[in-house]
């Protein structure tokens, strides 16, 4: 069946159908909103993105969304707290486009690449609300202390990788899909570790927040894989990050296609 923007509408009014929520269609922009008619707060969907999906997993990717947004929805009618739950704030992986503000708050976050960005969130199970400067005044934590309990929180979490070997270059993949598999990438003591270990050089991509791909790339070749499977993870993420791979040097992440300009002097200097 193809799918078109009406008929998603009419599924979508069915499966968020709620008492409490009202649900507005926009033809021009081809989006659909689902909202608590009480305080306006609410979900954006891009139908656009959701038919794409469709299409390729059918009625799935549908349940899939109608979960997340019902869930996203109980958190925003929800007040929360950050004190007493130091254990559930975690740095969150957003792309450098990811804006800054939500609904006129600004979100706490802190620089981290020029492709990306750390956020910090407040984990509720299900889901996790991203942390503005409204709670860490109300509370009078400061940026500092996030940084700090969030850097913990994301060394503690569990990583197991499957291994692939393409072309002499080894591939690890770890996605747990616990919301923050891209924020590996912030545990130093695991990039290190694993750069102990490479035969040639380590390289990082998190083209979407479920999963994260560290590569042992040994030869030439292992640079356009990595970026061939960045960008096929990238178009299939939920949340997309970067397309880009980054290459870990010196405790630095640097973009991959920077390296490929600079390599001909490198190796211009070791002959």
């Not at 009078?140 to 270059?169: C, H, Q």
């Not at 405790?251 to 001909?264: D, G, R, S």
Request: charged letters at 35%; aromatic letters at 10%.
């Amino acid at each position: 069946m193809k799918m078109t923007s009406i008929k998603l509408k009419k599924k979508l009014e069915e499966r968020l159908n709620h008492a409490e929520w009202k649900t507005v269609f926009n033809r021009d922009k081809d989006t659909f909103r689902v909202e608590w008619a009480e305080t306006g707060k609410g979900i954006t969907i891009t139908l656009p993105n959701v038919i794409a999906k469709f299409q390729q997993r059918g009625e799935e990717a549908l349940d899939e969304l109608e979960d997340n947004v019902q869930e996203a929805l109980r958190v925003m009618n929800e007040e929360h707290t950050l004190s007493g739950k130091e254990k559930q704030i975690y740095p969150v992986i957003r792309a450098a486009s990811f804006p800054t503000e939500d609904k006129g708050k600004q979100l706490v976050y802190a620089e981290h690449t020029a492709e990306t960005r750390i956020y910090y969130a407040l984990d509720l199970g299900k889901s996790y609300k991203l942390i503005d400067e409204d709670m860490l005044q109300e509370e009078g934590w400061s940026l500092d202390r996030i940084k700090e309990v969030a850097g913990f929180n994301v060394r503690s979490l569990p990583v197991e990788m499957k291994k692939d070997t393409v072309y002499g270059n080894d591939f690890y993949f770890h996605s747990a899909r616990d919301g923050y598999d891209a924020s590996r990438i912030l545990n130093e003591a695991l990039l290190e570790k694993l750069k102990a270990e490479c035969k040639g050089e380590l390289a990082i991509s998190i083209p979407h927040q479920d999963v994260i791909i560290f590569a042992d790339v040994q030869n030439p070749e292992g640079y356009d894989i990595l970026a061939q499977m960045a960008m096929k993870f990238f178009a299939e993420g939920t949340v997309p990050v970067t397309s880009l791979s980054f290459l870990y040097e010196d405790k630095e992440l640097e973009p991959i296609f920077i390296l490929a300009q600079k390599k001909p002097k490198r190796d211009r200097k070791e002959d």
